[in-house]
């Protein structure tokens, strides 16, 4: 299907664009919404067009909220702002549709939890798909997996702001290293355990060593082998832990065991670029067994293919599977 030239599109095609892709990025679409927009997209090149376009003007948005600049020599993502340049007459639509446009866009980026201030100033930040290793002082290392943001409050403390990281102290006794993450705190001497502060909560893994960790009131202390999570509220008790699954992405793959195909689809996005999108509840609740090599994010579309589950791509690394 041919594009059109997008001062060609009428207003009201620009704005059920607009619609459709705050419904579909929203994570809550189903098989028949799914559907239903295959098939507006399909009446003619010039929905077609106006759906490129309203991809394209949430990816602006997104670069004009911080736009992230890799620095090859450090292997850090740093952090600047700006107005975005190229951006064409229908892609700042003008008047009342510019006001709509920005404002269902804004909406429904919130719900796919776009970084914070902090995160954004974050000391040590990674990007999709990126992973990143640092020798952060004498006796300490770490590593930061994808779409993580880390912030040094001194030379023995630091903030896991959101995403994962992996650490290795090796400190005399009678000094020690501490991990804050969302309102709780971990100290070790001489251990290695993984860290990991996503979707509002935090899951900590010793594994080597033993080490300390404390929410308020709530205390544990875990050896090697052992894990607890906890969000602002909860505070689970110390359970043995998988530390092949909790440590895989380090070898470079994701695994996952009985794991629904929604959260599946979840942890793929953290590495791939664009989003894979979820239509149905059905479809999301099929468990899935397996792994996936981190440079290799598609792979998982394959895979979903040879179960039966039916892949759609979409303009702008959009994939729909249902």
Same mark, same amino acid.
Not at 19 to 24: F, G, H, Q
């Given at each position: 299907m041919s594009s059109v030239d997008e001062s060609c599109v009428p207003d009201h095609i620009?704005?059920?664009?607009?619609?459709?892709?705050?419904?579909?990025?929203s994570g809550r679409v189903t098989a028949a919404e799914a559907q239903a927009f295959m098939t507006w997209r399909a009446q003619s090149a010039v929905h077609a067009t106006?759906?490129?376009?309203?991809?394209?003007?949430r990816q602006k948005l997104q670069t004009a909220a911080g736009e992230f600049v890799r620095d090859d020599a450090q292997n850090v993502v740093h952090v600047g702002f700006g107005r975005p340049a190229g951006m064409s007459r229908r892609a700042l639509l003008g008047?009342?549709?510019?006001?709509?446009?920005v404002g269902l866009l804004v909406a429904g980026m919130q719900t796919e939890l776009l970084p914070t201030a902090a995160e954004l100033t974050a000391d040590y930040r990674t990007a999709t798909g990126q992973q990143q290793n640092v020798a952060f002082a004498h006796g300490l290392l770490f590593e930061l997996n994808?779409?993580?943001?880390?912030?040094?409050?001194?030379?023995?403390a630091v903030e896991v702001l959101s995403g994962e990281a992996a650490f290795d102290a090796k400190l005399p006794r009678q000094d020690q290293f501490s991990v804050a993450a969302l309102d709780g705190k971990i100290l070790a001497s001489d251990a290695s355990f993984n860290v990991r502060n996503t979707d509002g909560a935090v899951c900590v893994t010793c594994?080597?060593?033993h080490l300390t960790v404390s929410r308020g009131a709530q205390f544990a202390e875990l050896s090697a082998g052992q894990q607890v999570q906890y969000t602002e509220r909860d505070w689970s008790e110390t359970r043995k832990a998988n530390v092949e699954l909790a440590t895989a992405w380090r070898s470079g793959v994701v695994m996952f065991h009985d794991l629904a195909l929604s959260k599946v689809v979840r942890e793929v996005n953290r590495y791939r670029p664009g989003k894979i999108l979820v239509a149905g509840s059905g479809v999301g609740r099929r468990r899935l067994s397996? #792994?996936? =090599?981190?440079?290799?994010?598609?792979?998982? #579309?394959? =895979?979903?293919?040879?179960?039966g589950v039916r892949v759609t791509p979409l303009p702008g690394g959009l994939v729909l599977v249902s």
């Open positions: 620009v704005r059920q664009s607009l619609d459709w892709l705050v419904r579909l990025t106006a759906f490129r376009e309203a991809l394209e003007l008047g009342a549709i510019a006001a709509s446009a994808t779409q993580t943001s880390m912030s040094v409050r001194n030379p023995r594994v080597r060593g397996g #792994l996936i =090599q981190i440079k290799r994010p598609e792979a998982i #579309l394959a =895979q979903l293919q040879s179960l």
